[in-house]
């Protein structure tokens, strides 16, 4: 373990008795994106909200920058870690530009007043998400891309040391899907630690890492190359896949 990571060190949770994080042992650093996927109910999401400090192990710990995630007043953790949540519940009367400013929520004082370095975080935060163009709009008047933009504004209005995100991409059509990933390509470049639930191996694919859980644990991890194979993908899925390799890079193909 070193300072500049998030670490679940043998993390286990379930609901009502029923374990669906068995004994996790993942570790993110600084300036890596490493990709979670895996089958539905896999536990992803859970070991996300664990790794956010939302849940509370029910054994083993969370690490954040060398110190227990949990020892951590919520103001300190939402200045480190940022989550976007799957479905995530979202104000309906606050135009997109006050929406972005609730990120620097962990950064105001108890007087609560943004400062000048607020601002320069939510500007940026707009302009790299490309949701300027709606500042004054309300969220229910955005298409579901638009608004997962928005939120991912919030999440970096935050200038979080980490970016937790489940399933970012899922409204997003293939435009803003490029632009998703080259943001998260300079983000990482910015030293910024990115774990995203992914279902599109395609995606996953251009992460440093991938980690594949299914039935509560890390099944594989390792490069995109090593986990995202056609057994693995066969045998966890019951389906039949190819895995082709263009520009070095695997390309899973579904079907005949
Ligand atoms: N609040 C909850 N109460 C009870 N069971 C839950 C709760 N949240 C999740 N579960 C169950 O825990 C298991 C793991 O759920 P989780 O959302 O972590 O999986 P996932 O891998 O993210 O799935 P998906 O790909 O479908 O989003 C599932 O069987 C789910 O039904």
Redesign the pocket.
């Known amino acids: 373990m070193n300072g500049l990571e998030l670490l679940a060190q043998q993390v286990r949770y379930g609901?009502?008795g029923r374990p669906?994080v068995r004994d996790v042992s993942l570790g993110l650093r600084r300036g890596e994106w490493l990709a979670l996927l895996?089958?539905?109910?896999?536990?992803?999401?859970?070991?996300l909200r664990l790794m956010a400090g939302l849940l509370r192990p029910q054994g083993g710990a969370v690490w954040l920058e060398g110190r227990r995630l949990l020892d951590y007043r919520s103001w300190e953790r939402g200045q480190r870690i940022a989550f976007l949540p799957?479905m995530g519940q979202y104000p309906e009367d606050l135009t997109v530009e006050e929406v972005v400013y609730l990120g620097r929520t962990p950064h105001l004082g108890l007087l609560g007043r943004p400062g000048l370095a607020d601002a320069e975080a939510v500007l940026w935060a707009m302009e790299q998400t490309g949701v300027g163009e709606f500042r004054d709009r309300l969220l229910p008047t955005l298409s579901g891309g638009e608004r997962q933009r928005v939120l991912l504004a919030r999440a970096l209005a935050a200038r979080p040391h980490f970016l937790l995100l489940d399933e970012p991409t899922n409204h997003l059509d293939l435009h803003h899907q490029a632009e998703f990933l080259c943001l998260l390509a300079g983000l990482r470049e910015a030293g910024v630690g990115i774990l995203t639930?992914l279902?599109d191996p395609n995606l996953a694919q251009q992460a440093d890492r991938v980690a594949f859980?299914a039935e509560g644990q890390v099944l594989a991890l390792g490069s995109p190359t090593e986990v995202l194979s056609q057994g693995l993908l066969q045998r966890v899925y019951g389906l039949y896949v190819r895995v082709r390799h263009v520009e070095g890079r695997p390309v899973v193909l579904i079907g005949g």
């Not at 895996?38 to 070991?47: F, H, Q, R, V, Y």
């Open positions: 609901y009502r669906v895996g089958p539905n109910g896999a536990g992803k999401s859970t070991l799957q639930v279902h859980m």
